[in-house]
């Protein structure tokens, strides 16, 4: 299995980037995938997942301000990132989602879900 994130780099505040991550290896379309990303210092923070029906969730911290997309044709999911912010500074991970087996796992419905697979980040810097 193996997920490329690309599209990282730097932006003013207020700007806007688009992160890209192709995978292969997987039925992709039978995968919940997700961004998580992490700060210097900071622990990991799950941004978003788009479920297999399309269905997304957003962390609060970037609610009305990313949005996340894939495209099962191309095995390929992104992450449209507007009014970047300073604090929105960290490497982005693509990863796709499954029972926890220890990092970034989160409860939803009474069941523990994580990264299972992920690749190398695509570091996003946000200055002026």
């Known amino acids: 299995v193996q997920l490329v994130e690309s599209g990282g780099g730097s932006a003013q505040p207020g700007g806007s980037l688009r992160l890209s991550c192709i995978v292969s290896?997987?039925?992709?379309?039978?995968?919940?995938l997700g961004w998580t990303r992490q700060a210097p210092g900071k622990g990991l923070e799950w941004v978003s997942r788009i479920y297999q029906n399309g269905t997304t969730y957003y962390s609060d911290s970037v609610k009305g301000r990313f949005i996340m997309s894939r495209d099962n044709a191309r095995s390929t999911v992104h992450l449209e990132m507007s009014g970047l912010k300073p604090e929105d500074t960290a490497e982005y991970y693509c990863a796709t989602v499954g029972l926890c087996s220890g990092r970034g796992c989160y409860e939803e419905a009474g069941e523990y879900y994580g990264m299972v697979y992920w690749g190398k980040g695509t570091l996003v810097t946000v200055s002026a």
């Open positions: 290896g997987i039925t992709f379309s039978a995968y919940a």
